[in-house]
């Protein structure tokens, strides 16, 4: 268990690798990953437990944005939740509502080349039930086309295909301007630049180490 309280936000467009980063953030500091896109994934299966007010998970995703913005952000600041974020907030709207309730420690900003991200996104190839993510040229399958643990076939999604990635970057750049502001301005945010996850990682892990101590080292990692 960490140490002290700290909650951090973990900022990049799609296939930055911010899912990679917070997973050793956890790992070695010993704090919680909340990934809005595994919550989703939970929700809609029925497993996620419930909401706000008791509604079932599932619920709230069928009743909208605002609602899973509510539900998320009670997830954020329940009292066990010590850790660090990818997915959310997403929009400054979002970004606003979770400074009323919730004052985060830091911020990270993963600034990726568009056009390595293209390249990234269009080779990635996702196992639908579990949201694990493989990538052609640098993290392949076991066995071309079929998911590691489970052996069920990988799909590509439709927002990976590479006539919707520009779209979908473009989309992205527009919505977390103004997020990306308010943090900046806030004085908490935290900006890594680099094409290579594992080139930006010991910034990240020393960034950390100044606020939290580490129960892993860079090298355990």
Known sequence: M???LLRAVVLGPPGSGKGTVCERIARSFGLQHLSSG???RESLRGGGGECPRGRPLRGCVAGGFASITAAFLALMTAPFCCGACTGFPRTLGQAEALDRIC???LVISLNIPFETLKDRLSARWVHPASGRVYNMDFNPPHVQGVDDLTGEPLVQREDDKPEAVAARLRKYKDAAKP???????RGILHSF???????IWPYVYTLLSSKIPPILSDEEN
């Open 2 to 4: 960490a140490s002290k």
């Open 38 to 40: 595994q919550f989703l």
């Open 179 to 185: 997020v990306i502001e308010l943090y900046k301005s």
């Open 103 to 105: 004052e985060l420690d």
């Open 193 to 199: 630049s680099g094409t290579e996850t594992n080139k």
